[in-house]
């Protein structure tokens, strides 16, 4: 609930500008990434505030303090703990990358207290890798361990940022209509004619001019693709066909059923009243040449296709779709059969690829990677996708390996934990060199759908040039309770003009959002029955029955 009282408010107000000028560092650190990769060893890349890791996500183990985790190649616990400590006495303005120590946390001679002489210099120092996507520094050395988490940032601010993050780099290719499907328009689509490009008949029929009865021209009448351009002289009809064109000085035309020919005088009476321009399709009736159809931003379905078509389109430019990798971690993870022996299912793996694809991303199969540096540091260096997405290994347990594998590579730090309940382990990172970028989901299911929809989402569809979603607020059914700090996204689904939380709603849990249709942005301290709150609709609730490849 919202605190009274003058020191309550100081207290907020200087953590809210804290949050501020952390995100303001964050978003400045995304146009200089290309600079900071270059800059000479020792130079710093970006200004960011350090804090104590937030707390562990209830339900998932919190790890052993950091600076303690072990990991092969790592240093003395010693040396961990002395960069975590130096790291933590660090205020605004200490420069180093976002996450990770900063110079000024290790002496600049000798070892740290309690290391071996041989130790290697931690990421961000002159042993700071260079290359393409982390290429490992000289001779073998190893970034020191680091886990220290940076202070949250705030959800809607992390939202924003992944999305600035996935339009500074745009990309755009020109493809076939029949392998545009999906993707989304990086030029608007312009009409090149009027459509139709000249009067036609809307029905079967007769066309005529001037009043009637009129007497019938003989011949076979006007066909589609076949029509005569010679003028129909006012009191004369002609036998006409849907889309054929008109033939000048016409009056309108009239429906067969509405007509009755008199074959012995040849005359044609109308049985109904007759209006100029009655089932004619006039000449730019849909748009005039010049005329914009469809904007920047519009995703291609299939009367996308129809309508480029009909205005004189080929081929369409579009952005091309975010090549995304998944790898799994975890040891714990079986790929099927029931659970047993402390083993559990890998729920994120079969989840994630058909999720991305409805977000218009390209998603190669998962890979399981297990509790391994080794694997998870070649696997990220060898990506050449536009974004890699890992599962779990993102808070500070002996196995967590994100982390460190990240510093050892060079990667910047962009978000170390948001604040929202549950998933605020999750992370986004930048690999070194114009690499891809990562986000880290926490390994509790739910954790990790909040990630998506932190982070992957607006990313996705920042590189693929797909517009925001746009953002909408309803009713709340019942009282919901909120975190005393963080936002919370908590499942519902719509019953008539209000939403109704579900049930098992944990980090670990999945049946409440697998009935759910969105999640309701909850504020700190919750909302009571009856509150407007925002909705974050699920990308395939508006195509049910879904299937994978929709355009939502």
Same mark, same amino acid.
């Given at each position: 609930?919202? +605190?009274?009282?003058?020191?309550?408010?100081?207290?907020?107000?200087?953590?809210?500008?804290?949050?501020?000028?952390?995100?303001?560092?964050?978003?400045? @650190?995304?146009?200089?990434?290309?600079?900071?990769?270059?800059?000479?060893?020792?130079?710093?890349?970006?200004?960011?505030?350090?804090?104590?890791?937030?707390?562990?996500?209830?339900?998932?183990?919190?790890?052993?303090?950091?600076?303690?985790?072990? %990991?092969?190649?790592?240093?003395?616990?010693?040396?961990?703990?002395?960069?975590?400590?130096?790291?933590?006495?660090?205020?605004?303005?200490?420069?180093?990358?976002?996450?990770?120590?900063?110079?000024? +946390?290790?002496?600049?001679?000798?070892?740290?207290?309690?290391?071996?002489?041989?130790?290697?210099?931690?990421?961000?120092?002159?042993?700071?890798?260079?290359?393409?996507?982390?290429?490992?520094?000289?001779?073998?050395?190893?970034?020191?361990?680091?886990?220290?988490?940076?202070?949250?940032?705030?959800?809607?601010?992390?939202?924003?940022? %992944?999305?600035?993050?996935?339009?500074?780099?745009?990309?755009?290719?020109?493809?076939?209509?029949?392998?545009?499907?999906?993707?989304?328009?990086?030029?608007?689509?312009?009409?090149?004619?009027?459509?139709?490009?000249?009067?036609?008949?809307?029905?079967?029929?007769?066309? !005529?001019?001037?009043?009637?009865?009129?007497?019938?021209?003989?011949?076979?009448?006007? @066909?589609?693709?076949?029509?005569?351009?010679?003028? #129909?002289?006012?009191?004369?009809?002609?036998?006409?066909?849907?889309?054929?064109?008109?033939?000048?000085?016409?009056?309108?035309?009239?429906?067969?059923?509405?007509?009755?020919?008199?074959?012995?005088?040849?005359? @044609?009476?109308?049985?109904?009243?007759?209006?100029?321009?009655?089932?004619?399709?006039?000449?730019?009736?849909? /748009?005039?040449?010049?005329?914009?159809?469809?904007?920047?931003?519009?995703?291609?379905?299939?009367?996308? @296709?129809?309508?480029?078509?009909?205005?004189?389109?080929?081929?369409?430019?579009?952005?091309?779709?975010?090549?995304?990798?998944?790898?799994?971690?975890?040891?714990?993870?079986?790929?099927?059969?029931?659970?047993?022996?402390?083993?559990?299912?890998?729920?994120?793996?079969?989840? *994630?690829?058909?999720?991305?694809?409805?977000?218009?991303?390209?998603?190669?199969?998962?890979?399981? *990677?297990?509790?391994?540096?080794?694997?998870?540091?070649?696997?990220?260096?060898?990506?050449?996708?536009?974004?890699?997405?890992?599962?779990?290994?993102?808070?500070?347990?002996?196995?967590?390996?994100?982390?460190?594998?990240?510093?050892?590579?060079?990667?910047? #730090?962009?978000?170390?934990?948001? +604040?929202?309940?549950?998933?605020?382990?999750?992370?986004?990172?930048?690999?070194?060199?114009?690499?891809?970028?990562?986000? &880290?989901?926490?390994?509790?299911?739910?954790?990790? !759908?909040?990630? #998506?929809?932190?982070?992957?989402?607006?990313?996705?569809?920042?590189?693929?040039?797909?517009?925001?979603?746009?953002?909408?607020?309803?009713?709340?059914?019942?009282?919901?309770?909120?975190?005393?700090?963080?936002?919370?996204?908590?499942?519902?689904?719509?019953?008539?003009?209000?939403?109704?939380?579900?049930?098992?709603?944990?980090?670990?849990?999945?049946?409440?959002? +697998?009935?759910?249709?969105?999640?309701?942005?909850?504020?700190?301290?919750?909302?009571?029955?009856?509150?407007?709150?925002?909705? #974050?609709?699920?990308?395939?609730?508006?195509?049910?029955?879904?299937?994978? &490849? /929709?355009?939502?």
């Amino acid at each position: 609930m919202t +605190a009274h009282g003058g020191d309550a408010w100081t207290a907020e107000g200087e953590r809210a500008a804290e949050e501020e000028r952390a995100v303001e560092q964050a978003l400045a @650190l995304v146009g200089r990434q290309q600079q900071v990769a270059q800059s000479p060893p020792g130079r710093p890349g970006a200004t960011v505030p350090a804090s104590s890791p937030p707390a562990a996500e209830p339900g998932m183990s919190a790890g052993p303090a950091p600076g303690t985790a072990a %990991a092969p190649g790592a240093p003395a616990p010693e040396a961990q703990a002395s960069n975590a400590r130096a790291s933590a006495t660090s205020r605004p303005g200490d420069t180093s990358a976002p996450g990770f120590p900063a110079p000024e +946390a290790r002496a600049p001679e000798g070892p740290a207290s309690g290391a071996s002489a041989s130790d290697p210099p931690a990421s961000g120092t002159s042993g700071r890798p260079s290359g393409r996507r982390g290429t490992p520094p000289a001779h073998g050395a190893t970034p020191s361990l680091h886990v220290h988490r940076a202070r949250t940032t705030a959800w809607t601010e992390a939202r924003a940022l %992944a999305e600035r993050l996935g339009r500074t780099a745009p990309a755009v290719h020109r493809l076939p209509l029949d392998r545009a499907v999906g993707h989304v328009l990086a030029e608007a689509v312009v009409a090149l004619t009027d459509l139709p490009s000249f009067d036609t008949s809307a029905m079967d029929g007769w066309v !005529v001019a001037g009043p009637g009865p009129w007497r019938v021209r003989e011949g076979e009448g006007l @066909l589609a693709g076949r029509g005569s351009t010679e003028p #129909l002289p006012d009191g004369q009809a002609l036998r006409i066909a849907t889309g054929a064109r008109l033939p000048a000085d016409a009056t309108a035309v009239i429906r067969s059923e509405h007509a009755h020919f008199d074959e012995a005088k040849g005359l @044609l009476y109308a049985t109904r009243t007759v209006a100029p321009g009655q089932d004619i399709r006039p000449r730019g009736q849909e /748009c005039r040449a010049g005329d914009e159809l469809l904007p920047v931003g519009t995703v291609v379905t299939p009367p996308v @296709l129809g309508l480029a078509a009909a205005a004189g389109y080929d081929a369409l430019v579009t952005a091309p779709r975010p090549r995304v990798d998944v790898f799994v971690l975890g040891d714990e993870l079986l790929a099927a059969g029931l659970p047993r022996d402390g083993l559990i299912r890998d729920a994120l793996g079969p989840m *994630l690829a058909p999720w991305l694809r409805s977000l218009g991303a390209e998603v190669s199969e998962p890979r399981r *990677l297990g509790d391994d540096a080794a694997a998870l540091r070649q696997a990220l260096i060898s990506s050449d996708a536009d974004l890699i997405l890992t599962t779990g290994g993102t808070a500070a347990g002996p196995v967590d390996h994100v982390h460190p594998v990240l510093a050892g590579i060079g990667a910047e #730090l962009l978000i170390d934990g948001v +604040a929202v309940r549950p998933g605020h382990p999750m992370l986004l990172a930048r690999l070194a060199e114009g690499g891809p970028c990562l986000v &880290g989901l926490p390994g509790n299911p739910l954790a990790a !759908v909040s990630g #998506l929809l932190t982070l992957a989402e607006p990313l996705i569809r920042g590189i693929a040039g797909r517009s925001a979603q746009v953002p909408y607020r309803a009713v709340v059914h019942e009282e919901v309770h909120g975190h005393p700090r963080d936002t919370r996204l908590i499942p519902v689904i719509h019953r008539n003009d209000r939403v109704v939380p579900l049930h098992y709603n944990g980090p670990a849990m999945l049946r409440g959002v +697998a009935g759910a249709d969105g999640l309701a942005v909850v504020p700190p301290g919750g909302v009571r029955s009856g509150t407007e709150v925002e909705i #974050l609709d699920l990308p395939w609730t508006s195509a049910l029955p879904w299937t994978e &490849g /929709c355009f939502t």
